[in-house]
């Protein structure tokens, strides 16, 4: 993967130069070595990333080493730094706690955070009251009411309001009980409540339907049923048709319903499952909820600042934010693999719960297949959110505008290219050119090229290289069409005939001209890349670099990056177009490794193609064997000669 900076990335405060990095050590030493939270700010004040330490000072000094020490996501926070900030707690429980509000409060750019910046949806019934109801809040109190969620959006919390609504009788209104009303709502006569207003029950009943609620919510719909049944039977017994044939309705209903839950467990538990989809800045957490034996919901939550993350401390982070405003906590946490400070995590659950909490990433058995199931809806639902971007032609349009605008370009970019350089320490480099056509992904125009004048790890050679075999054919129409079309016009004056139009441009394949071509990378992979289109003629097709350092644009005419605000639909899509092909470089990347990993020593053998060593490999089963083998008989093999066996015998 290409880096984001040249390779002399500066040191933490170094772009403040000496001043700033003196001053941000002064504060270093000032620090405590107690637990507690520390936030860093940018030059602009904003916090750019909240975390917390059982020693704050020494893990505040870790991101001020030397810059080859540090890695990624690390440097380029590192040596955005301006400000620290810290707060001491009693405890790293304390300090958790505090960490996941803060950054619920902060939105730091560089930690894992959920999407939205506001409170996810809760139900709550307001028990406390004579005649409770079932409605939305965003804000979870001490108030003695039952709260059950956060769902991940309103339409999920919608979605289970409605449900809820249509197999219990609760009253939906906001007006004022007395009982004294001269007649119900429609809800009454469509069965949809039990008319309070009217006195048509007592609070007792009412009461009785309320539980029934909060069981079904809870997951427990064999106690619900349980009670149903029971009053259907008691109706029946004092010949009230009409009343048992209703719950027997409510019955069917709830049934209904519980068919559709998957049967989760053969022995009843109180579990929360956590799957992880994720790729590039984005990813997708889906939790699974299971009470009883059966999986009574779930929700997917989306996640940013993911990029160069490891699984473990996304899900930590996740974990933090997802219980902190939490109302319940089960007994036991499955995950896909031990989230980081799975033990403190554990202990701050507990705590919550007043009871045992297990904190697991189960390796075999029905609980493992629980979190795979959580994985692959959590890889559907990413998928989903994408597709659903895209396809929303408004969200495109007003992308390619804003593009258009930051970038100045002469027109919305209709073709995007972008390019990306994938190698380990200069091992099998490859590059990958991925396109956008109108916002859409063209994944037929893909093209992964193997580098192969440059040696090494050099990013912006190899960039300058990809770039030059590209546009080399194209330069070179472009020239011939412009000498034919000065010939045609030449001959046209004087022949006092109208010039030729110009050919309307291909909008498909290695002919299409783009609108826009973005490398992955910052100021110096930028320069590689104007350098290589200035050569060729081509300087006219405009360039940007996207720097995962702040998420910056950078272009040829602009000594100051350009920044798209966070949350606009320009920069998603330039997100997008180098995820998919960072996602496409690497793909190839492994591709190759894994297939030089499986060559034989026979493929270094001059004078053994792939007749000869499937020949051999057949006849004597092994490299071993033929390494044994005598001159005599590999020159006997099908198809060898004794030169050819001389060969291998020289080379093996």
């Known amino acids: 993967m290409s880096s984001d900076a040249p390779p002399s990335d500066p040191a933490p405060g170094a772009a403040g130069g000496p001043d700033l990095a003196a001053r941000l050590a002064a504060q270093v030493r000032a620090i405590p070595e107690k637990p507690g939270v520390y936030l860093f700010h940018n030059a602009r004040g904003e916090v750019i990333y909240v975390g917390k330490a059982a020693s704050l000072r020494s893990r505040v000094r870790s991101y001020f080493g030397a810059p080859h020490s540090l890695v990624g996501k690390t440097r380029r926070l590192s040596a955005a730094i301006a400000e620290i900030d810290y707060v001491t707690t009693n405890t790293a429980q304390e300090a958790l706690h505090l960490e996941a509000t803060l950054c619920k409060q902060h939105q730091p750019l560089y930690n894992v955070r959920l999407k939205d910046d506001k409170h996810y949806p809760y139900l709550k019934i307001d028990v406390d009251e004579p005649w409770p109801r079932v409605y939305i809040t965003r804000s979870v109190q001490r108030d003695g009411g039952r709260y059950f969620g956060p769902y991940a959006n309103a339409k999920s919390v919608r979605t289970t309001l409605d449900i809820v609504k249509k197999l219990f009788p609760w009253r939906s209104c906001t007006k004022t009980i007395t009982g004294t009303d001269p007649r119900p709502c429609l809800d009454y006569y469509i069965r949809r409540c039990i008319a309070p207003c009217t006195s048509y029950c007592t609070p007792e009943e009412y009461r009785a339907v309320i539980d029934q609620v909060i069981h079904f919510l809870e997951g427990r719909t064999d106690l619900v ?199 380990i320490q200069g091992t099998n480099s490859v590059a990958s050119m991925v396109v956008f056509r109108d916002g859409q992904q063209a994944s037929k125009e893909y093209r992964r090229f193997q580098i192969k004048r440059v040696q090494g790890a050099n990013d912006f050679a190899s960039m300058a290289e990809v770039l030059e075999r590209r546009f080399k054919r194209l330069a070179r129409q472009r020239r011939e069409a412009r000498e034919a079309a000065d010939g045609e016009e030449a001959a046209s004056v004087a022949a006092d005939e109208p010039a030729p139009e110009e050919a309307e441009r291909p909008r498909e394949g290695w002919e299409a001209l783009p609108d826009l071509v973005i490398v992955d990378g910052g100021r110096g992979q930028l320069s590689a890349a104007h350098d290589v289109m200035r050569n060729l003629g081509m300087d006219d097709v405009p360039l940007a670099g996207l720097a995962k350092r702040n998420e910056e644009l950078f272009v040829v005419d602009s000594k100051e990056p350009i920044r798209l ?21 690497i793909t190839y990347h492994r591709n190759l490794r894994a297939k030089q990993g499986m060559r034989s020593a026979l493929d270094l053998v001059p004078g053994i193609g792939p007749k000869r060593r499937q020949a051999l490999l057949k006849r004597f089963g092994g490299v071993q064997a033929i390494r044994d083998a005598s001159l005599e008989e590999l020159a006997a093999a099908p198809g060898m000669t004794q030169r050819a066996a001389a060969a291998v015998k020289e080379h093996l």
């Open 225 to 423: 049923l349980r009670d149903l049944r029971a009053r259907m039977g008691a109706a029946s017994d004092a010949l009230q048709f009409e009343e048992a044939a209703r719950i027997r309705d409510q019955i069917r209903a709830v049934e209904k319903v519980g068919e559709s839950q998957v049967i989760a467990s053969t022995r009843d538990a109180e579990i929360d499952v956590f799957g992880l989809a994720q790729d590039g800045n984005e990813a997708i957490v889906q939790v699974l909820f299971v009470r009883g034996t059966k999986m009574t919901g779930g929700d997917s939550f989306p996640l940013t600042g993911t990029s160069d993350e490891t699984p473990a401390a996304v899900l930590s982070s996740f974990l933090k934010q997802f219980y902190s405003d939490a109302v319940a906590t089960p007994r036991l946490v499955l995950t896909p693999e031990p989230p980081d400070d799975a033990a403190l995590l554990q202990d701050w659950l507990r705590a919550k719960r007043g009871a045992a909490v297990e904190v697991r990433a189960p390796v075999r058995g029905e609980k493992r297949r629980l979190v795979a199931m959580a994985a692959d809806n959590a890889r559907e639902s990413l998928q989903m959110q994408r597709v659903k971007w895209m396809a929303d032609q408004g969200n495109t349009r007003a992308a390619l505008a804003e593009l258009e605008e930051a970038l100045s370009l002469p027109r919305p970019p209709e073709r995007i290219e972008c390019y990306d350089i994938s190698n």
């Open 565 to 585: 605000d966070r949350r606009s639909q320009g920069l998603y899509l330039v997100q997008r177009v180098r995820d998919e092909a960072h996602r496409f470089a």
